[in-house]
Every structure is written in C-alpha cells, then in structure tokens.
C-alpha cells in the first residue's frame, strides 16, 4: 500500500491521524470500506461523480465519514464524506454486513 504525499497531509489535516497510523488507516479504508458496487440510489450517483471528476483509475472506498480516493492501491486523497449521504452510508453497512460476505448472518 502506496501513500502519497498528498494523501499523507490530507489525512493528518482532515482525519488528525499521527503519522504512525495513516499506512494502517489507508490499508484498513481499502479493504474494509465501501465500494462503488456496494451502493445505491444518491449514494452510487455521488461515487459516479467522483469516479468521473478523478479520471481513469480512481478506485473510491468509504471508511468512516471520510471519502478515499485511490489509484489502484495508491491512495491519493482523503475528504470529509457530505453529511446528507451519511444516512446512506448507514443503510449500505447494514446491508453489506447481513448479506453473509463479511460471514455474518
């Protein structure tokens, strides 16, 4: 897992994590968030955009209530999730976590 420079600051910035954490942050936000197949409604239209206004290669997770933005594996950036798709974000968990992925029933 690649952090950016870029990404480094942000994530202190934005998320106050010290530098010992932000690799594990970025790695966990990777593995665990939610991706773009696992939302719906507004939610998927945001990611759409985001996808969109990123270009080619932009692989987006959301951990938190914070938005991630990788290339590949590389995470490039970090921003604060908007506050109207929280409830969404909400819905999606529940969702993902009783559908027997994550081993839960």
Do not use: Q, W
């Not at 952090?3 to 530098?19: F, N, Q, W, Y």
């Not at 507004?42 to 985001?50: A, G, V």
């Not at 109207?84 to 009783?98: D, E, L, P, Q, W």
């Amino acid at each position: 897992m690649k952090v950016t420079d870029h990404a480094k600051s942000r994530i202190k910035e934005r998320c106050g994590l010290p530098k010992k954490a932000i690799e594990r942050n970025a790695k966990i936000a990777f593995e665990e968030g939610i991706c773009h197949n696992d939302c719906t409604g507004r939610l998927r239209k945001y990611i759409d955009y985001l996808f969109l206004s990123h270009g080619r290669g932009a692989n987006i997770r959301i951990h938190g209530n914070y938005v991630y933005i990788f290339s590949h594996t590389r995470l490039i950036t970090v921003f604060l999730l908007p506050n109207i798709y929280k409830n969404a974000v909400s819905k999606t968990i529940k969702r993902k976590m009783g559908d027997g992925r994550n081993g839960i029933e």
